[in-house]
């Protein structure tokens, strides 16, 4: 194989638990291997250049949605963003902004969808608490177990928090995350909650009512979900309310 | 089927008053464009469609009733107070949120992000300049013909108003209805919305040219 | 010194450890899981083909029941597992799947009518009952009888590790995230919780504890490529090992998933295979039924990644600049079908290789995948050295794996066994109180500051990082698909090299708090021992059982190895394990060692085999032809569960009156 061109990475650094530390800048020079990605190029700057060169992955296949970050402008997951991606081998990496930074490119997202599992109560509630585990399960229409796996497949990385510039504005907005969810459990026929309980929770300013359709959410979400047609069926569900 | 009127779901009127709000001001703007774009068709045609404004054809002289434009001006002068109003809640209006917008934006590369702060940025300049064109058309009902208009827009100077405003209210229209179609849900994929976006562009780019001929046009009528 | 006290404590959140938090807090008890991550991140969720429970609802899964399901296990275990605990996870498997409906999961259904499907590159058109419709349906999946594995599409442990999670988010059990276990609490009896470092503040903590239960997942990440999650280390492993009293059981079986990408090594599923595609090589021609003419592509993994690497060695590999690899051909199954249930799939494809899986072929190779072995546990999930210590999940050796694990059963596992360990666990908090030695806790507590200490102010030159790539490419090289004697001997040898080299790490950031190379540092010095328990293990163990293929003997070898290896480490200072081993009683169990159905049937006997065929022939005579087939399976091996999960599983089958074949059979 033939030497591989050099790429350039701009890394955000800064340690918020070391007292003189301020946010900068640095650069950093790599040689390119075949079908690189910026997982594989982070863990060499880390080994090779600087082993305290902080970010976060687990599975590295696009899968579990930890490690996104803001890559030449545009949030993804770094894991399967491949470096040949850039022809002008520049690489710039910010934190995704919106969440808690941890130290330089290490945010926590774990303990924002926790505390919005919390406050929106995404979890199914069954419409009766008498379920035998020996009998014979409900049946359910396949064609709705379909639709909601569609939904179910985010993985909760963050992009459409930071991409959202409604989110950064306003500090208690849910974001297309938590609508999503929402709107997940709406259509789930399982669940007992009816459109006026889903009101309580997202029909504000902080949810589907404070939403502005920048669709920063649609236009990143590394699992191409439908975020602006679920955020608009949201929407004419809880407007509907107001009507009898 | 009844309509439930309850401070609680305050946000839900709000949000559905911006967007018929916007969807109202946006129709009159259109077609008061297009009427004041009867100056393209000659003097005639245009003081034709002012004289049926002023509901000519009601009265016995023929004079109508010029301040049935002065109602409406009052009646858009109502509506965009409750759309800025409303719209107001979702601007950033401290210094903490204007900062934390230029930090993401500064981030983050998203074009229609951008294109909503030039919505914003565009309503603030309307909010400057419509009061000012209310006032002149409402105070003076009787002025709406080419003469009128004619004098208003080159002698008078007002024209260093209404060029701005129509470049800003064209490209704020346009991108609001845009916005609210995808709000509400009529772009159904992705290749509709894109689709939605190139119209809109259109519409604005048509309505300006148009505009700005209009307001050329009224050149020669100014002696 | 920051001690925190709890009922039932939980090192891991991913499937297994949530469902034994949910089962401890169910009942009352005070429940705290920590974690390296958030746990939905955690590796459950890559788990992508599905679980295997018998519901029989599709039309190929009639018939189907605990029986059939135990069989399988058992033979494609290899006859390593425990039968015992064989038979409570088979029982409880559909169970776990109507709970998880329950809790949210979208299990894809039963549509009734005809659908197409490929089985062994022909279109097939299947019949699915009206009955059926709405039912939760199954896919094809290695070493099975009938289409068992469950599924939602392909992210079947995504949507059951979010619908778990979930759960334990709605009961309020707190997951404290970022957090590493680095040493169990013991006095040589009983465990008393851990002792755990913050990965964010650094701060070390005591989380003091009745129960505590390991469910860290696996230990693939010793080795160069794995399919695994970059944290499936072996650090639950590591803190029972140090103990010094725990034991691990049959380290060496170590699992080569047959399709992971060239050259990252990200999986793609059996379900790939499953739902009808084909293996083929460099000329394009498949060639796995040359080998396994019965099973074709869908014989068990261990068996499809051998053939795989023995055409490779044939000269048929395609060749690439990471070594050779065959093709995986999904092109078959249409893009309609691998756009709505092989997604991942795709997805992974795309961005990973650049290919479209719905006209390329896909570069795949045999990867480690899978640890059988983990912390040896009985049946009832709780270490036989240690009391209080339970552990699950890929983490344990409960032994319902054996030598190889089915494709579903792992996702099973976590979901079936944190079910019936949960209730165990919780049996167990309330018959014991809490005994707080803060000495005890403080002893260990200053014994992993002094090795931060030592790492961080000490005079240690070794990187962390070069020992850990040194371990990976030794596993990769002498403990893979195929393994000999001299191999194994240099593996230890090598790795002993490293074990003391390991002591005298050294770090460049000097940080206390975040600080990725001292984590490293911490983890590679536990991986490094655990890497050696496999070794050894697989070397001592002189024949072929299930995954671990000796080519210097190659048969399996019942009279002489027809027992569990178990792993202890008594000295801290030595440098290699103690192997001790734990027979399997042959009279005792319901399916006796017999030929799997893969290859030629060389398997030296034991002697007990015949006997007990003879005693089981006996029994079910005495039995009469009324006995129902739970009163056979009783009469063979009886086995214990908690009273809630021992009724029987209703099936579709049940509810017909008069099932008829036309209704439900296959019109191809």
Not at chain 3, 183 to 197: F, P, Q, S, T, Y
Not at chain 3, 303 to 313: A, C, F, G, K, L
Not at chain 3, 491 to 498: I, S
């Given at each position: 194989m033939s030497q591989g061109r050099q790429l350039t990475f701009n890394i955000f650094r800064y340690d918020p638990q070391e007292p003189n530390d301020k946010p900068k800048m640095v650069r950093y020079q790599l040689t390119e291997t075949p079908g690189m990605t910026v997982f594989i190029a982070l863990n060499k700057l880390r080994e090779e250049q600087d082993t305290s060169l902080q970010f976060d992955f687990v599975c590295r296949a696009g899968i579990c949605g930890s490690c996104a970050m803001v890559i030449n402008g545009f949030p993804t997951l770094a894991c399967r963003t491949l470096t040949a991606k850039y022809p002008k081998g520049e690489i710039t990496l910010m934190p995704l902004p919106g969440f808690e930074l941890i130290g330089d490119l290490s945010v926590n997202t774990g303990k924002f969808m926790r505390e919005l599992a919390e406050r929106l109560k995404l979890w199914l509630h069954p419409k009766s608490n008498d379920i035998s585990v020996h009998r014979l399960e409900d049946p359910m229409d396949p064609d709705e177990a379909a639709r909601l796996y569609e939904l179910e497949r985010c993985v909760e990385c963050g992009v459409c928090v930071s991409a959202c510039a409604t989110k950064q504005m306003r500090e208690t907005f849910v974001g297309a995350v938590g609508m999503m969810k929402i709107a997940r459990f709406e259509m789930d026929s399982r669940d007992a909650r009816t459109a006026e309980d889903f009101y309580h929770v997202i029909g504000n300013q902080d949810g589907v009512f404070g939403c502005m359709t920048l669709l920063g959410c649609q236009d990143n979400c590394p699992k191409d979900l439908p975020h602006m047609q679920q955020i608009a069926y949201l929407r004419r569900k809880m407007a509907m309310t107001l009507i009898r | 089927m009844a309509i439930k009127l309850t401070i609680k779901k305050s946000s839900a009127w709000l949000d559905l008053s911006q967007s018929l709000s916007g969807v109202i001001l946006a129709v009159f703007l259109w077609t008061h464009l297009v009427l004041v774009s009867s100056i393209l068709l000659g003097s005639d045609a245009m003081n034709w469609v002012a004289r049926t404004m002023e509901l000519s054809f009601l009265s016995d002289d023929g004079h109508g009733y010029p301040l049935v434009v002065t109602g409406i001006a009052m009646g858009i002068a109502a509506l965009a107070l409750v759309h800025v109003l409303v719209a107001l809640q979702k601007l950033p209006m401290s210094l903490r949120q204007q900062r934390a917008l230029r930090q993401q934006m500064q981030v983050i590369n998203h074009s229609d992000?951008?294109?909503?702060?030039?919505?914003?940025?565009?309503?603030?300049?309307?909010?400057?300049?419509?009061?000012?064109?209310?006032?002149?058309?409402?105070?003076?009902?009787?002025?709406?013909?080419?003469?009128?208009?004619?004098?208003?827009?080159?002698?008078?100077?007002?024209?260093?108003?209404?060029?701005?405003?129509?470049?800003?209210?064209?490209?704020?229209?346009?991108?609001?209805?845009?916005?609210?179609?995808?709000?509400?849900?009529?772009?159904?994929?992705?290749?509709?919305?894109?689709?939605?976006?190139?119209?809109?562009?259109?519409?604005?780019?048509?309505?300006?040219?148009?505009?700005?001929?209009?307001?050329?046009?009224?050149?020669?009528?100014?002696? | 010194m920051k001690l925190i006290y709890t009922d039932s404590l939980v090192v891991g959140a991913g499937l297994a450890g949530l469902r034994v938090a949910i089962a401890s807090k169910e009942r009352g008890l005070d429940t705290l899981v920590l974690s390296l991550i958030p746990a939905k991140r955690s590796h459950s969720a890559a788990a992508q083909g599905g679980m295997q429970a018998s519901l029989g609802n599709a039309v190929k899964g009639m018939g189907d029941d605990e029986d059939v399901?135990?069989?399988?296990?058992?033979?494609?275990?290899?006859?390593?597992?425990?039968?015992?605990?064989?038979?409570?996870?088979?029982?409880?498997?559909?169970?776990?799947?109507?709970?998880?409906?329950?809790?949210?999961?979208?299990?894809?259904?039963?549509?009734?009518?005809?659908?197409?499907?490929?089985?062994?590159?022909?279109?097939?058109?299947?019949?699915?009952?009206?009955?059926?419709?709405?039912?939760?349906?199954?896919?094809?999946?290695?070493?099975?009888?009938?289409?068992?594995?469950?599924?939602?599409?392909?992210?079947?442990g995504h949507s059951l590790l979010y619908a778990m999670d979930n759960k334990a988010i709605s009961m309020d059990i707190p997951v404290h995230e970022r957090i590493?276990?680095?040493?169990?609490?013991?006095?040589?009896?009983?465990?008393?919780?851990?002792?755990?470092?913050?990965?964010?503040?650094?701060?070390?903590?005591?989380?003091?504890?009745?129960?505590?239960?390991?469910?860290t997942g696996g230990y693939g990440r010793i080795y160069e490529v794995s399919t695994n999650a970059i944290i499936c280390e072996g650090i639950g492993q590591a803190l029972a090992l140090e103990t010094g009293v725990a034991t691990l059981g049959n380290m060496e079986a170590v699992q080569f998933h047959p399709t992971a990408i060239v050259p990252v090594?990200?999986?793609?599923?059996?379900?790939?295979?499953?739902?009808?595609?084909?293996?083929?090589?460099?000329?394009?021609?498949?060639?796995?039924?040359?080998?396994?003419?019965?099973?074709?592509?869908?014989?068990?993994?261990?068996?499809?990644?051998?053939?795989?690497?023995?055409?490779?060695?044939?000269?048929?590999?395609?060749?690439?600049?990471?070594?050779?690899?065959?093709?995986?051909?999904?092109?078959?199954?249409?893009?309609?079908?691998?756009?709505?249930n092989l997604r991942e799939v795709q997805e992974i494809c795309e961005n990973f290789l650049g290919i479209d899986p719905a006209k390329d072929w896909i570069p795949v190779r045999p990867t480690q995948h899978y640890s059988m072995g983990g912390i040896r546990t009985n049946a009832t999930g709780e270490s036989p050295q240690l009391k209080g210590l339970f552990s699950v999940g890929e983490a344990a050796c409960w032994d319902m794996h054996g030598f190889n694990r089915l494709g579903g059963n792992s996702l099973a596992e976590t979901v079936v066994g944190g079910m019936i360990i949960g209730k165990y666990v919780a049996d167990f908090c309330e018959n014991n109180s809490l005994e707080i030695d803060t000495q005890l806790a403080e002893r260990f507590m200053q014994q992993v500051q002094s090795e931060i200490d030592l790492l961080i102010e000490g005079d240690g030159h070794e990187s962390a990082f070069a020992l850990k790539r040194e371990m990976q490419r030794i596993m990769m090289d002498y403990v893979?698909?195929?393994?000999?004697?001299?191999?194994?001997?240099?593996?230890?040898?090598?790795?002993?090299?490293?074990?003391e080299r390991s002591r005298k790490l050294g770090l460049k950031c000097k940080k206390r708090h975040a600080n990725p190379e001292l984590v490293e540092a911490l983890r590679v010095k536990r991986m490094l021992?655990?890497?050696?328990?496999?070794?050894?293990?697989?070397?001592?163990?002189?024949?072929?059982?299930?995954?671990?293929?000796?080519?210097?003997?190659?048969?399996?070898?019942?009279?002489?190895?027809?027992?569990?290896?178990?792993?202890?480490?008594?000295?801290?200072?030595?440098?290699?394990?103690?192997?001790?081993?734990?027979?399997?009683?042959?009279?005792?169990?319901?399916?006796?060692?017999?030929?799997?159905?893969?290859?030629?049937?060389?398997?030296?006997?034991h002697p007990d085999t015949e006997k007990r065929e003879q005693q089981i022939a006996n029994i079910l005579a005495e039995l009469g032809e009324d006995a129902d087939r739970y009163q056979r399976q009783r009469a063979l091996m009886p086995f214990e569960l908690p009273e809630s999960l021992q009724p029987n599983n209703e099936r579709l089958s049940d509810t017909l009156k008069s099932p008829s074949a036309n209704a439900l059979g296959e019109k191809s």
């Open positions: - | 992000t951008r294109l909503w702060r030039w919505q914003a940025i565009t309503g603030v300049v309307i909010l400057l300049l419509l009061p000012v064109h209310l006032w002149l058309i409402g105070s003076a009902p009787e002025t709406i013909g080419p003469q009128g208009s004619a004098d208003r827009i080159w002698n008078q100077g007002v024209w260093m108003v209404y060029l701005p405003l129509l470049l800003t209210v064209e490209l704020h229209a346009a991108i609001g209805i845009y916005r609210v179609a995808l709000k509400w849900g009529a772009a159904r994929d992705l290749n509709s919305r894109s689709r939605l976006r190139k119209i809109k562009t259109i519409v604005s780019v048509l309505f300006i040219t148009v505009g700005i001929a209009s307001l050329l046009a009224f050149l020669p009528h100014a002696s | 399901h135990f069989q399988d296990t058992v033979k494609g275990s290899d006859w390593g597992c425990d039968q015992d605990v064989a038979r409570m996870f088979a029982h409880c498997a559909p169970k776990a799947v109507r709970e998880l409906a329950t809790w949210g999961v979208p299990w894809s259904r039963v549509s009734a009518g005809p659908r197409d499907v490929i089985v062994n590159a022909q279109k097939v058109t299947l019949h699915e009952a009206q009955e059926a419709h709405g039912l939760i349906n199954a896919r094809d999946f290695g070493g099975t009888k009938k289409w068992r594995t469950c599924y939602t599409a392909d992210g079947t590493e276990a680095l040493a169990l609490i013991h006095d040589g009896k009983r465990c008393h919780g851990v002792i755990a470092r913050c990965l964010i503040t650094g701060e070390l903590r005591a989380y003091v504890a009745k129960s505590t239960t390991i469910a090594g990200i999986l793609t599923t059996e379900g790939c295979r499953g739902d009808g595609g084909l293996l083929r090589d460099k000329d394009g021609y498949r060639f796995m039924p040359d080998y396994e003419s019965d099973k074709k592509e869908l014989a068990s993994r261990d068996v499809v990644s051998r053939r795989m690497t023995e055409h490779i060695r044939k000269g048929k590999g395609v060749d690439s600049p990471y070594g050779p690899h065959l093709w995986l051909d999904i092109t078959l199954l249409g893009r309609k079908h691998i756009e709505t893979g698909i195929f393994r000999n004697g001299p191999e194994l001997d240099k593996a230890v040898a090598e790795l002993k090299v490293l074990l021992k655990v890497a050696l328990t496999v070794a050894c293990g697989a070397a001592a163990r002189t024949e072929s059982r299930g995954a671990h293929a000796r080519e210097d003997f190659p048969q399996r070898n019942d009279r002489d190895w027809l027992n569990r290896t178990l792993a202890s480490w008594p000295d801290a200072d030595a440098l290699e394990p103690v192997l001790n081993y734990e027979a399997l009683d042959v009279m005792k169990m319901e399916l006796p060692p017999g030929y799997r159905g893969y290859g030629i049937n060389n398997a030296i006997v």
